[in-house]
């Protein structure tokens, strides 16, 4: 059985996610989405909440796709799930300096584990977490880069106060 994981921080999980995975998901017998804790990054939603939203936006994309937690080195955990191979996704130019140095890294630590790269529909390759955050903050609409459910998630945790 193939098995890949595809890992990151879902903060939130965007449109250009759900078409790496619905991508990824076709790829392989089974796809791993690791969501990292990543405390260093300070994310806006916890991990049990991205947990919950990136199982629920993916709930009717065909496949057999898990859902699961990570905070590890990400090669103990690749291994640990049993993968052959790290998806990423790659958008610009801009992404492709430190995916390189990580695959690269990676490799070293285990060679028998790929790094393979896809990219999203041309339409969704310029959404990136970090500035839908941004443009939410400042009041502007994010429903063109999100799955609704989670514009209305993100909406809510910043009505809360959570700037
Ligand atoms: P990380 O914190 O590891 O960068 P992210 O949640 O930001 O995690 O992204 C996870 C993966 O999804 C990364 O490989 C990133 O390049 C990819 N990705 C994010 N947004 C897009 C997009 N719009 N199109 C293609 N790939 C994307």
């Known amino acids: 059985m193939k098995v890949a994981v595809y890992p990151g921080?879902?903060?939130?999980?965007?449109?250009?996610h759900v078409d790496i995975i619905r991508r990824?998901?076709?790829l392989v017998d089974k796809l791993v989405v690791g969501v990292t804790t990543n405390p260093s990054k300070e994310p806006m939603f916890s991990v049990a909440e991205?947990?919950?939203m990136v199982r629920r936006e993916i709930a009717e994309i065909p496949g057999?796709?898990?859902?699961?937690?990570?905070?590890?080195?990400?090669?103990?955990?690749?291994e640990e799930q049993g993968a052959t191979a790290i998806l990423r996704g790659?958008?610009?130019?801009a992404d492709f300096e430190y995916e390189f140095q990580m695959a690269g890294m990676n490799q070293q630590l285990n060679d028998d584990i790929e790094t393979v790269f896809l990219m999203a529909d041309v339409s969704l390759q310029p959404i990136a977490s970090k500035l839908v955050?941004?443009?939410a903050?400042?009041?502007?609409?994010?429903?063109?880069?999100?799955?609704s459910a989670v514009a209305e998630d993100v909406r809510r945790h910043l009505g809360a106060g959570s700037r």
């Open 9 to 16: 921080t879902f903060d939130p999980l965007t449109l250009g």
């Open 133 to 135: 955050k941004e443009i």
């Open 137 to 147: 903050r400042y009041g502007g609409s994010i429903d063109k880069f999100v799955p």
């Open 90 to 93: 790659l958008r610009a130019v």
């Open 24 to 26: 990824g998901a076709h």
């Open 50 to 52: 991205r947990l919950e």
């Open 64 to 78: 057999n796709i898990d859902v699961v937690e990570f905070d590890s080195l990400l090669m103990e955990f690749a």
